[in-house]
């Protein structure tokens, strides 16, 4: 059974941190690319940050790389994604994707998300 689970969300105020993880199992993951999502009511699901696969290469939203970081561990199945300087409007459900693009078995799995409120 494939499961994406996600962890550390919550309620912050604008202007703090939070570090959101996401588990893997079921799957490979050493050797998916792994992106974290997010979307708030009314939004289109939006990619915030992707990893490749080694850690080598890491990509960012233009609205949020100045203040996200994604980075994994292999050794432990696990994504994370650092949050600086929280706003309002990052106020939105957070999801874990894992992708493989290769044939013969490509895949996409998404976890079922975790919160983040920010709010004064």
């Known amino acids: 059974q494939v499961q994406l689970v996600e962890s550390g969300g919550g309620l912050v105020q604008p202007g703090e941190s939070l570090r959101l993880s996401c588990a893997a199992s079921?799957?490979?993951?050493?050797?998916?690319?792994m992106s974290w999502y997010r979307q708030s009511p009314g939004k289109e699901r939006e990619l915030v940050a992707g990893i490749t696969s080694t850690g080598g290469s890491t990509n960012y939203a233009d609205s949020m790389k100045d203040r996200v970081t994604i980075s994994r561990d292999n050794a432990k199945n696990t994504v994370y994604l650092q949050m600086n300087d929280l706003k309002p409007g990052d106020t939105a459900v957070y999801y874990c994707?894992?992708?493989?693009?290769?044939?013969?078995?490509?895949?996409?799995?998404w976890g079922q998300g975790t919160q983040v409120t920010v709010s004064s």
């Open positions: 079921g799957f490979t993951f050493s050797t998916a690319a």
């Open positions: 994707n894992a992708q493989k693009r290769s044939w013969p078995s490509p895949y996409n799995y």
